[in-house]
């Protein structure tokens, strides 16, 4: 028999690929952190001698969910903004406090929080954007967990850095440095069209093609950064987006709420993503995205939860759910995104939007082993007759039991592991605290 470090025996295994599959009674072979094969478990048993033999016999396994777009270190702020829309969201609570507040140790404690509630929520890989990238990345790092990090821009300074070209410098720089971590990919991450100018667009356009990585940016979230775009630039935004040579294949436009039929056409015809976060979407009444059509045209979808500041859970089987009813509701169709497509935008859609399609996303040998076991015996998700539409219409994070991140184990019986060592959340959490009381010494001095 053929030694392995893992075999994972399920009652369902949900591959994603090929399309609405779910193979019962089914093995998964885990050797050096890729999957070495998927078969009947009767044979898996015949065939393969594990170190490790992980039995689940009321659970699925699925590909580890991919958050497509977040600001994990936000996690700090989680209420501190709530029930108001976006514009004074930002300008009274969020920019104030991250002025007065953010530097290294807050973007590291931040993100680690929320890494942590990702990893127990099933989300296997986060596309970051966020000042302090390396501190972001060594977060990530040390729970185990895989990201994608943003090369952040902005035209005015921060504590981070001091113009465009200097939050470039210090991204690219750590590009390099993290070049060799086998979690950690990166983005090029201009924060939105409002906030960067038409040269340092220019340049992210160049240095996507230079340095073959996507670009991260929000996009048509609100009606008044559209009409802002159109009497400061005289055309959408887009439109200039596209001008400037942004709108190809590498784009991830993040929440595209408001778009018009001809620019749906442009993004499925550049083969542009969109990255749909229902929840911030309705949460900061910027509107609902036009899911159905983009899905229609042949735009990639793909999910995200934004950060806890605007959402306030980092739980993409919320997001996978809400988006799922919304494009019914929104379209008057109730055929339009159903699970098995809910599933593939939190998968392997939100994968390939980052580039990341040929090594995660889906159960297919000799990809990398993300991997969650989600227990579907208890009384809420019970009876069940169809597995996939359990997950995305009946499941939460909190059925999610077991977590592997190219095949190492992160997650056990709902604790955080690395190695043969339990996580201590409570030392996360009280970092947490520490700097609640010095966020609420500035809510404090502020008027509401």
């Known amino acids: 028999m053929r030694p392995v ?14 399309r609405a599959t779910v193979l019962p009674d ?33 659970h699925a396994l699925a590909p580890g969910l991919v958050n497509a777009h977040a600001h994990a270190a936000m996690n700090l702020l989680r209420g501190t903004g709530d029930d108001l829309p976006l514009a004074r969201w ?3 609570r969020i920019w104030p406090l991250e002025r007065a507040l953010v530097n290294e140790r807050f973007v590291y404690d931040g993100t680690r929080h929320a890494a942590a509630e990702m990893l127990r929520a099933g989300i296997t890989c986060c596309n970051d954007m966020y000042f302090y990238p390396e501190e ?36 690219l720089r750590t590009r390099d440095a993290l070049r060799e971590e086998p979690l950690v990919s990166f983005t090029l991450a201009p924060h939105a069209p409002y906030t960067v100018a038409d040269a340092t667009l220019s340049r992210i356009a160049m240095l996507a093609e230079e340095l073959d990585l996507p670009v991260h940016t929000h996009l048509h979230e609100t009606d008044a950064e559209i009409a802002q775009s159109v009497q400061q630039h005289g055309t959408r935004p887009l439109a ?27 993004l499925a ?59 019914k509701g929104a379209s008057l169709d109730a055929s339009a995104l159903p699970a098995w497509q809910a599933l593939e935008c939190a998968t392997i859609a939100s994968a390939g939007a980052l580039g990341l399609q040929d090594r995660i996303g889906s159960i297919e040998v000799g990809k ?81």
């Open 5 to 18: 470090d893992t075999l994972i025996s399920a009652r369902w295994v949900v591959p994603i690929v090929p």
């Open 26 to 58: 089914h093995s998964v072979a885990i050797d050096g952190g890729r999957i070495a094969a998927v078969l009947p478990t009767a044979l898996a048993r015949s065939q393969f001698q594990p170190a490790h033999h992980v039995q689940l016999a009321q």
């Open 90 to 92: 930002l300008a009274e």
């Open 136 to 171: 972001a990345a060594r977060a990530f790092i040390d729970l185990g967990m895989r990201c994608v990090v943003g090369i952040i821009a902005l035209e005015f300074p921060s504590s981070y850095a001091t113009d465009a070209d200097d939050y470039l410098r210090k991204g």
């Open 240 to 266: 200039r987006l596209d001008r400037l040579g942004l709108v190809t294949e590498r784009l991830l436009a993040v929440h595209a709420v408001h778009l018009q039929p001809d620019e749906i056409a442009l």
């Open 269 to 327: 015809r550049r083969g542009a993503s969109v990255a749909h976060c229902p929840a911030s979407n309705l949460k900061l009444a910027s509107g609902v995205a036009p899911v159905a059509a983009l899905l229609r045209q042949g735009v990639g979808v793909a999910f995200g939860t934004d950060g806890a500041a605007s959402n306030n859970r980092l739980d993409l089987f919320e997001e996978m759910r809400l988006a799922a009813l919304l494009a």
């Open 368 to 448: 990398e082993a993300d991997l969650i076991a989600i227990d579907l015996s208890e009384l809420e998700t019970q009876p069940c007759f169809d597995v996939v539409s359990q997950l995305v219409y009946c499941a939460g994070r909190e059925h999610v039991c077991s977590v592997w991140v190219a095949g190492s184990r992160v997650v056990a019986d709902r604790r955080l592991v690395r190695g043969a060592h339990e996580i201590d959340v409570g030392s996360i959490a009280a970092a947490g605290a520490s700097w609640q009381a010095r966020i609420q010494k500035q809510l404090s001095v502020r008027p509401d």
